[in-house]
């Protein structure tokens, strides 16, 4: 793989980010849009937006989300203890483990810890904190409200993966940063957008309100570009997968054949490609927040190892993701910008036409 394509998810990776507190990574995409001399739009929610013009009407939406599951501090306590709200599904025994974290503004960044909860609402077999609210001690005094995150070791390779604070879901703002630098001088057969959206993990909030604002045009197909949990059938290291549904919809067959024409068209030289396929049901995406607004949707998305920083028993641990997974995905969406036109009854040829054999049906 291109240095530089890790690179990016690097450097991206290692900053801290959680819902409604994107700012630092809206930074970062705003700074790489401009060295790639890409024009973007920010809406009035914070979401950015760039677009590449095709040759013809048909238009696809890739959409990633630039936030990370954290916490807000809402209230203090005494002098550095503070009241924190959970943001998005997070590991429940962090606060049974003094879980070090990380208070950060424009300003500075805190250094802190989780406090240990006297009194535990754990289940056994569930993975994740069901508390409404825990208590963060820092080593200065803050502004209120305040974002914070788990204080997690560097983004760095080690063997085939790359473990990072953050892979949900800022490997797939890297891998549409790096098929808009492929694709940015291509005359490409569809017009291609990308948004990067705010506020996923606590409601698909950024999509939504994009979605019901109608500005993207009805016939548009949606493509998520995501990372999910590890389940039999979507494992790390076997390629991305190309995702039939996540837990609150299946999606739609007019995006995924584009995908998988894509796929095609690189196996034609590299029969080894790697990718699979799978309905990936533990967790939504931002493709079922256009679903209910008429789109047709279709998504990609890495298999995670540590999803939303949490070992199958609840722990705190980076996220990890396979180099190939990555690096196929980005091979899958720049191929996209190679592609005629995907016509379903040309994809369904061989299943329309019937064949001679179904003479033999009649009268038996």
Known sequence: MKSEEL???????????????EYKISNFIQNELNQMGLEFTIDDWGNIEIFIEGTSEE?????????????????????????AIPLGGLPKNCENLSTP????????????????SSESSIDEDYRWLTKKEVIIEVNESIELPAPAVFDLPEPEISGNQIITPVADDLAGCSIILETFKNLKNVRTKYSMRAIFTRAEEVGLVGARVIADSKRIKKNSIIVSIETSSELPGAVSGLGPIIRAGDR??????????????AIQKIQETDKEFKFQRQLMNLGGCEASAFLPFGYRVTGITLPLINWHNSTPDGNVEPERINILDYENAI?????????????????????IDLPDEADRLKGN
């Open 7 to 21: 690179s990016t998810f690097l450097n991206i990776s290692g900053i801290p980010t959680t819902s409604f507190y």
């Open 59 to 83: 238009e696809l939406v890739f959409i990633s989300h630039m936030d990370h599951p954290g916490f807000e501090l809402t209230e203090k306590i005494s002098d550095l203890k503070y009241k």
């Open 248 to 261: 609150i919809s299946t999606f739609n067959n007019d995006g995924e054949i584009i995908l998988l024409s």
């Open 331 to 351: 091979k899958i969406m720049t191929n996209i910008g190679k592609l005629d036109i995907v016509e379903p009854e040309k994809y369904y040829k061989r299943l």
């Open 101 to 116: 974290i990380i208070v950060f503004d424009n300003k500075k960044v805190v250094k802190g810890k989780i406090l240990k």
